[in-house]
């Protein structure tokens, strides 16, 4: 910009509000940038950030905006899902946020993508190793809801002292006959810290595991950052005569008859009519333009 | 400006802080995210000697008001340096290194021992220094790395380093969750080896 003073421009080429790039100051980014920086070196421990306000409310994903702000560049191209989804409100929310405050390019495209932030997703297309992977966090300590007391957390993260969760897993077999938990399925990372994945559904623990890409994990309001860098251990918990098992679906997508992907259920009538569609739009997108058609699915050429 | 010592303390920084930033910050979060494979860092800076290029960018990308730097000796005997971290980062200089967040080595040899360096709390394991070594070569073959951010084993050299080298990283991953992370600059590129890195002979 032109060292013009303000009072002789004419009125036209004053600019509309501008951000620094991508939003925070870049203190502010520093400050995160550091604490990633940590986050990777410890794989899986939660390192304490000074989270900021962002003009959303907290849930609405402020700890993956923060850490997508402090990595993003103008060369990236970000992808933002929710619940895999690209055209939910959340996901177009915060893709329009960064399209106007650092101008980058988006896409739906997960290959395409360098940075992917997700609300409760790993996408189906496996990543590579050029790309971020950046989780939006609610709660990030899996002990949480066995010990109120952040005092005491810290002090079982610092001993590996991890038995209050397999009682609680135990006690899930002893109840249901099984694991019942289902999301946010905690994890292992590289042999130390248990982790809490975010709340994606269990059917995508196994994709953490030696993953090419970085893996950053931000929470907002808790102010935690933590990371899984490329090619590390991740092993969800589990008990040999209860190994860990992913959910299994009885029937392929609805619409493009993928099978072995994660699917939603959309409730179609009121007489308990209902289809299972894969939950990663781009990924169901893709097939169909490919040719794939579910049995409630359209012929790609028919549905222009 | 007249004054020598003012214009030597005002070599310039970043081109654009902001870009500059994110591009060294990011070569050093894959360094660190895959322990030995060197990251291009294009660091468009001229600091003043002995402190590096490379060593530099990474300085002015990390630190700030908030994180005390300490220098070793070769670049302590230097006052340019100091200042030019001062007034591009605003950080305090510190000599002593148990308060330092961020340590500046020009001569990796003669560095002191790693553990006089804070190493962060069994609590907080975050709160440990983190080291920028300078040094003029990279090379793959004379260490082998192993853990997370390497698949399988992955060879390493960097010269010059200390001579007791792999006893220093075996003592620091012994330490592990605590312990510090180096990152190595110089050669137009930056390598990590956090904590959670073993350094075993090639």
Known sequence: MSAQPISSMPRSSMPDITYNFAYLDEQTKRMIRRAILKAIAVPGYQVPFAAREMPMPYGWGTGG???????????????????GADDTTNAVAIRGFFEKTARVATTTATAEATVI??????????????????YQVPIPEPLRFLEPRETETRQLHALAEYGLMHVKLYEDIARHGHIATTYAYP????GRYVMDPSPIPKFDNPKMDDCPALQLFGA????????????????????????FKVQHFAKPCALCAATGVYLDE??????????FVCSDTDYCNTRQAQGHVGELGVPAEDAA | MSHPAAAAALSAGFDDPVFDAQASFRAAMWALARPGRVERLDARLEPPAPLSREAAALALALCDYETPIWLDAPLAAAPAVG???RFHAGAPIVVDPGAARFALIADPRGVIDFTAFPQGSPDYPDASVTLILQVEYFGKSGLVLEGP??????????????????????????????????????AGGVAGLPRSVIVKEG
Do not use: C, W
């Open chain 2, 149 to 186: 951010g390497i698949q399988g084993t992955d060879g390493f050299d960097a010269a010059p380093l200390p001579a007791d080298f792999r006893a220093r990283m075996a003592a620091n991953r012994a330490l592990f969750p605590r312990g510090v992370d180096l990152l190595l600059a110089g």
């Open chain 2, 83 to 85: 200042a030019f971290l």
């Open chain 1, 117 to 134: 932030q997700t609300r409760h997703r790993i996408p189906e297309t496996a990543l590579n190793e050029n790309q971020i992977l950046v």
């Open chain 1, 220 to 243: 907002g309001r808790e102010k935690r950052i933590y990371a899984i860098p490329p090619h590390t251990r991740v092993r969800s918990l589990d008990f040999e005569d209860h190994p």
């Open chain 1, 65 to 83: 905006v923060q850490v997508t702000a402090a990595v993003l560049g103008p060369q990236d191209v970000l992808k933002v899902i929710d619940q």
């Open chain 1, 187 to 190: 994890v292992e990372v590289a």
């Open chain 1, 266 to 275: 959309v409730i179609l009538d009121d007489k308990g009519g209902r289809m």
